[in-house]
């Protein structure tokens, strides 16, 4: 088991660009999370999937953030006109089951708007 | 709505001085609370599960316990290699698997 891969590991990317991330879960993991953590603070929820359907979506997330989950496996995350606000790490997680779990985290995608 | 309030921010400790992270959580009810480890730059890092209080988990000089309102991890003479920050996270029962996370404490621990 390879454990949560996240690509890019970096992006820097100008003000109004558009930016996608990946995230491949561990395999058979069911549920995917999406997280951003800024400086000095925990990770923000801001949506998570049960196989292929996203089941919640934070209030604070903004129509510029799209998330996909096609086939139940890998997803992606995507911010349409990026702002300097923007920049965070990113970070998906996954967890096994239909219960309560534990999420196992990736690395992350560090994310720089100029 | 959930909540999750940890302290101290940031915790100095001499190598083998013991002590206690806090973890103040407010949630409609509650399906679990995580703790976790994060190194600078990496994602954090999975350490216990608690589920209803009086539970207790313990892993090397690790201890986590969890009462209706808190949770604290007990670190018993730390090493170096125990500074980072620990993170908790909370799950409430009313639905979904939203999970809530405190700010963290971040640990230095001083030879």
């Known amino acids: 088991d390879t454990g949560v891969s996240q690509d890019p590991r970096h992006k820097i990317t100008k003000r109004g660009q558009n930016v996608t991330f990946r995230c491949d879960p561990i395999?058979?993991?069911?549920?995917l999370y999406w997280y951003r953590q800024t400086l000095g603070q925990g990770p923000e929820f801001l949506t998570y999937?049960?196989?292929?359907?996203?089941?919640?979506k934070s209030r604070l997330l903004s129509d510029r953030f799209s998330a996909e989950r096609p086939k139940g496996s890998f997803s992606t995350l995507e911010i349409q006109r990026t702002e300097q606000g923007d920049s965070a790490m990113y970070l998906c997680?996954?967890?096994?089951?239909?219960?309560?779990?534990?999420?196992?985290f990736g690395p992350g995608t560090r994310l720089t708007v100029t | 709505e959930d909540q999750v309030t940890q302290s101290p921010e940031a915790l100095r400790l001499q190598e083998g001085e013991s002590s206690s992270l806090n973890c103040s959580y407010t949630?409609?009810?509650?399906?679990?609370l995580f703790w976790y480890r994060q190194d600078p730059g990496k994602g954090p890092e999975f350490l216990f599960t608690?589920?209803?209080a009086g539970e207790e988990k313990e892993k090397e000089r690790l201890k986590a316990t969890l009462t209706k309102k808190e949770s604290f991890l007990h670190i018993t003479a730390p090493k170096p290699e125990d500074s980072a920050t620990y993170l908790c996270?909370?799950?409430?029962?009313?639905?979904?698997?939203?999970?809530?996370f405190g700010a963290g404490t971040r640990l230095f621990v001083k030879a």
């Open positions: 608690l589920y209803s």
């Open positions: 999937f049960q196989n292929e359907a996203q089941l919640e």
């Open positions: 395999s058979e993991h069911n549920r």
């Open positions: 996270a909370v799950q409430d029962n009313t639905g979904g698997f939203k999970t809530i």
């Open positions: 949630v409609s009810g509650l399906r679990g």
């Open positions: 997680a996954s967890s096994a089951g239909q219960g309560f779990y534990e999420q196992y």
